[in-house]
């Protein structure tokens, strides 16, 4: 099973300020698929951004935007004019390619970003 | 459109003694996924159905967990006899097939004393 490492547990934010949260990753494929997800304290993980390895560009969603490194094997997420609602466990995930079959999520450990006001 | 429904979203038990999980997920979503999430731990799939067919179940506990997904909709994870190791919160999330987006549920809290 391909494993994702978060090795940051908890990060913390002034208000308004930029954020970097790091994930890497190991996989012996070339095609796959990697993911951000939010989880606050109601528990209901949601999607933040993803991104499709094939691509170089890489992926934005607002404020939200990844480094991808596909060489280094590195999946970053920055967030950017941070708000208080941004404080959650941030996951880090990756998927195999439509062609292997499955649809299963491999997770890293979380990080907790805490945004102070 | 409804989310992902899990119920109950706390439960207590006492090992040794059974529990049930229900998820109701997304309407016309056709793969349906149980992950537990260990505390400080980032979810693992536990079973994935198709439909009504489970096609990936290798992580589950065969001995003492169990799933079922009736008329490929609705689906129930059970535990029996659950241990204090099972002490975990337990999410549902389902997806139109195999290769799009997972809609996760609130998941179920379980706490075995």
């Known amino acids: 099973a391909q494993t994702v490492t978060q090795s940051q547990p908890e990060m913390s934010v002034q208000e308004a300020e930029t954020v970097t949260l790091s994930c890497t990753y190991d996989?012996?494929?070339?095609?796959?698929?990697l993911f951000w997800y939010k989880q606050p304290p109601s528990r209901q993980m949601i999607l933040v951004i993803r991104?499709?390895?094939?691509?170089?560009q890489n992926a934005t969603e607002n404020r939200f935007s990844v480094n991808f490194q596909k060489a280094a094997k590195s999946f970053s997420l920055k967030i950017s004019d941070s708000q208080l609602g941004d404080a959650a466990m941030y996951f880090c995930?990756?998927?195999?390619?439509?062609?292997?079959?499955?649809?299963?999520?491999?997770f890293g450990t979380g990080t907790r970003l805490t945004v102070i006001p | 459109e409804a989310g992902v429904v899990q119920s109950p979203r706390y439960k207590i038990i006492e090992k040794k003694q059974p529990v049930a999980f229900w998820c109701n997920p997304i309407?016309?979503?056709?793969?349906l996924y149980w992950y537990r999430q260990n505390l400080g731990q980032g979810p693992e799939l536990l079973i994935r159905?198709?439909?009504?067919?489970?096609?990936?179940d290798s992580q589950l506990p065969k001995d003492r967990f169990s799933a079922e997904r009736l008329k490929g909709v609705d689906s129930t994870l059970k535990i029996q006899p659950a241990e204090l190791g099972d002490s975990a919160v337990y999410l549902c999330?389902?997806?139109?097939?195999?290769?799009?987006?997972?809609?996760f549920g609130p998941g179920t809290r379980l706490t075995v004393t």
């Open positions: 995930a990756y998927r195999s390619p439509e062609e292997a079959g499955a649809n299963n999520l491999f």
């Open positions: 309407s016309g979503h056709n793969t």
């Open positions: 159905y198709e439909n009504e067919e489970a096609v990936d």
């Open positions: 999330a389902s997806s139109l097939d195999t290769r799009t987006e997972q809609y």
């Open positions: 991104q499709e390895a094939y691509k170089q």
């Open positions: 996989t012996s494929e070339s095609d796959y698929y």
